[in-house]
């Protein structure tokens, strides 16, 4: 015997799971900037139990169309045999292990937030009933979400092993990343780590 709600498809099965959603609490703490932010996991706590309830499965796929990198978040109702999907590209910073890992994650989020309607809200539960955010709250927002952007881009120079490498992951950042103070003393101090000093007997050509 289950409790899981019988529905006709999956559109109808995520209507009743948004009832049931919880909202997305920022578990999340930015060590650098001493913010909260919401992680995949949070994102899942919330929006998981109800689509389950609900009789929708929820999981991520990977995928490669025309030489892009995909990760796919299917919702899928087993009784109606029903799925949404979401692909989100995969934008790997570096070409290695972490750099994929850090964007399979920042990617699975985006299509769990996606296809289940949940989104990240204030701790605070008074913050439903004071209406749409202010201007302030909305620009406090946005700073977060940079600041955590900025500190994985930071942990990331720091696996950059020549000059050239580095030169390349910084052209690669978007502008607003590489005018942030901190991050450009990062830069330099990879940058400086990663010049050998010549030695008194040798020669500069």
């Not at 796919?72 to 029903?82: E, I, N, R």
């Amino acid at each position: 015997m289950t409790d899981t709600a019988a529905h006709p498809n999956i559109y109808a099965a995520l209507a009743a799971a948004q009832m049931k959603m919880e909202p997305v609490v920022k578990g999340a703490t930015n060590p650098h900037f001493k913010s909260k932010y919401a992680d995949l996991s949070d994102v899942v706590q919330a929006a998981v139990p109800a689509l389950n309830r609900n009789g929708i499965a929820y999981f991520a796929r990977y995928e490669a169309r025309d030489g892009q990198q995909y990760m796919v978040t299917v919702l899928h109702h087993g009784a109606s045999d029903t799925s949404i999907e979401c692909a989100v590209p995969l934008i790997v910073s570096k070409n290695d292990m972490q750099g994929f890992k850090s964007a399979v994650t920042y990617a699975k989020r985006i299509g769990l937030e996606s296809v289940s309607g949940v989104a990240p809200e204030d701790d605070d539960g008074n913050a439903a009933a004071k209406g749409a955010p202010s201007r302030e709250q909305q620009d406090a927002e946005r700073q977060a979400h940079q600041d955590a952007e900025a500190v994985t881009k930071i942990d990331l120079m720091q696996t950059c092993e020549t000059l050239e490498e580095l030169a390349a992951f910084w052209k690669e950042l978007p502008a607003m990343i590489r005018a942030r103070p901190d991050v450009a003393k990062a830069k330099d101090e990879r940058k400086a780590a990663l010049t050998i000093p010549l030695e008194d007997d040798e020669i500069p050509y």
